[in-house]
């Protein structure tokens, strides 16, 4: 009887994973969120719950009403990466989902934070693609890492440098629209990529004109 139940169990919450599942991959963020907070109730060390709702808090906290919800949002979000990172260092979204919540964080943060935040990301990045190299997602991030980076000029990353002790080392138009590629890719049908792909045209081709 014992084993019957445990097995039971585990069917249960394998079925609920699926249907999270199934509502992240169609967009159904909330929904999915919903399900998610509960299978963390199950097992609070389970990577995979752990990265998905960390992932999902990153993206819901945009639609959030207030400035104190989103960020709640994404600080949970960081939280449950964090917590992934620290008991699962191998898997590769824990690495990615930490990487969206602190650019989601960023948005609001003041310029030495966003200075640190964004070498941070750079790092979270690479670890998650050097454990596996087709999250597009990643590739996403560094895509408009790379763009931010190369938008400055001479004499602001020499001030930045001064003031808050360090700029983030590299950065072009060129690795930026490689990034944006790959993540197209990856997924064919994310018109977010495409967006920014087109973005980063528009900007390098504007730099060219007036410099």
């Not at 597009?136 to 602001?156: P, V």
Request: with cysteine.
């Amino acid at each position: 009887m014992f084993t019957l139940a445990v097995i039971n169990v585990s069917a249960q919450l394998t079925d609920k994973y699926v249907l999270a599942l199934k509502h992240k991959n169609q967009s159904q963020f909330e929904q999915s969120l919903a399900i998610f907070k509960e299978l963390l109730k199950s097992d609070s060390a389970n990577a995979e719950y752990l990265h998905n709702t960390s992932y999902l808090y990153s993206k819901l906290g945009y639609s959030r009403k207030t400035e104190q919800e989103k960020m709640s949002y994404y600080k949970t979000g960081e939280y449950l990466a964090l917590k992934t990172m620290k008991l699962h260092p191998k898997n590769a979204f824990g690495h990615y989902s930490y990487a969206l919540a602190l650019g989601r964080l960023n948005e609001n943060a003041g310029n030495k934070q966003k200075i640190n935040n964004a070498k941070a990301i750079k790092t979270a990045c690479d670890r998650a693609l050097s454990l596996d190299s087709k999250i597009a997602g990643c590739y996403h991030i560094l895509g408009r890492w790379h763009r931010t980076i190369a938008g400055f000029n001479g004499f602001e990353k020499m001030m930045i440098n001064t003031m808050f002790g360090g700029f983030p080392q590299g950065g072009s138009y060129n690795a930026a629209l490689e990034n944006f590629n790959k993540a197209i890719q990856l997924e064919p049908n994310q018109i977010l990529h495409y967006y920014e792909l087109a973005q980063t045209y528009y900007e390098r081709g504007r730099r060219r004109r007036y410099h």
